[in-house]
């Protein structure tokens, strides 16, 4: 989602070119793809997808890393969300095509109706042992929620609305209002909450969805209190560092 925030960034700072070609490189991993990797190896894009890696000369093989090799639905998320920006800049369709790919593999592998709904984490390994992530994460879902609102607004008849509310269900169900932050999603049951952990994205960005709860904006004190270190935040709550 780095890249992904970078051409949103781009095209908000009217720099269309430098968008769309880290748009591109991204459409073309989405299309050709047979998902979307959570990381590819840096270099000219070409048909060809090449998966991060590093040769092990201990094992005499080449290594990867799950997690890389993965897709995260946040990850996949943001990048319809660059492909929306993109289309919106620019009126192309192969935009929305490829934010609507991205979004129906969403669908087709996150969905998940334990506990309070929403979508699970995604997919980790590669293609050869990949295997479901059971948890859900808040973020994701924020991420999840944003696009659907988004693609339901373009194309209302395909059932985005309900992904939607599906989304911002299990936001709403991460929030609690005791202790005035979100939870950061939860363990592989898929319903019970991690209360060990805090992330900084899960307090911040539900305020960005649309129709957010006012009362959500107290997770900006949670975040000042349990995050705050030395010159900004640290991204979880142990206060190590930025």
């Given at each position: 989602?780095?890249?992904?925030?970078?051409?949103?960034?781009?095209?908000?700072?009217?720099k269309?070119?430098?968008?769309?070609?880290?748009?591109?490189?991204?459409?073309l991993?989405?299309?050709?793809?047979?998902?979307?990797?959570n990381?590819?190896?840096?270099?000219?894009?070409?048909?060809?997808?090449?998966r991060?890696g590093w040769?092990?000369?201990?094992?005499?093989?080449?290594?990867?890393?799950p997690?890389?090799?993965?897709?995260?639905?946040?990850?996949?998320a943001w990048?319809?969300?660059a492909?929306?920006?993109?289309?919106?800049?620019?009126?192309?369709?192969?935009?929305?095509?490829?934010?609507?790919k991205?979004a129906t593999?969403?669908?087709?592998?996150?969905?998940?109706?334990?506990?309070?709904?929403?979508?699970?984490?995604?997919?980790e390994?590669?293609d050869a042992d990949?295997?479901?992530v059971?948890w859900?994460?808040?973020?994701?879902n924020?991420?999840?929620?944003?696009?659907?609102?988004?693609?339901?607004?373009?194309?209302?008849?395909?059932?985005?609305?309900s992904?939607?509310?599906?989304?911002?269900?299990?936001?709403d169900?991460?929030?609690?209002?005791?202790?005035?932050?979100?939870?950061?999603?939860?363990?592989?049951?898929?319903?019970?909450?991690?209360?060990?952990?805090?992330?900084?994205?899960?307090?911040?960005?539900?305020?960005?969805?649309?129709?957010?709860?006012?009362?959500?904006?107290?997770?900006?004190?949670y975040?000042?209190?349990e995050?705050?270190?030395?010159?900004?935040?640290?991204?979880?709550?142990?206060?190590?560092?930025?």
């Open positions: 989602y780095d890249n992904a925030l970078a051409a949103i960034a781009l095209i908000a700072c009217r269309p070119m430098q968008a769309q070609r880290i748009g591109e490189a991204l459409r991993a989405a299309v050709g793809d047979a998902r979307l990797r990381a590819y190896r840096a270099g000219t894009v070409s048909k060809k997808f090449e991060n040769w092990d000369p201990q094992g005499a093989h080449w290594a990867q890393d997690y890389q090799q993965g897709s995260a639905t946040g990850n996949v990048t319809a969300l492909m929306l920006a993109l289309h919106r800049s620019t009126a192309h369709a192969q935009w929305l095509d490829a934010a609507r991205l593999w969403v669908v087709d592998t996150s969905a998940d109706e334990r506990g309070a709904g929403g979508f699970a984490g995604g997919v390994g590669d990949a295997h479901k059971m859900k994460s808040t973020e994701h924020i991420d999840a929620a944003a696009l659907f609102d988004r693609l339901d607004e373009l194309e209302p008849n395909r059932n985005w609305r992904r939607e509310k599906s989304a911002r269900q299990f936001v169900a991460q929030w609690d209002r005791a202790s005035g932050h979100f939870f950061v999603g939860t363990l592989p049951d898929g319903i019970t909450s991690n209360r060990q952990t805090s992330g900084l994205d899960a307090q911040l960005w539900p305020n960005l969805l649309r129709s957010a709860s006012s009362d959500w904006r107290r997770s900006l004190r975040v000042e209190r995050h705050g270190v030395n010159g900004g935040f640290d991204f979880n709550a142990d206060r190590d560092g930025l």
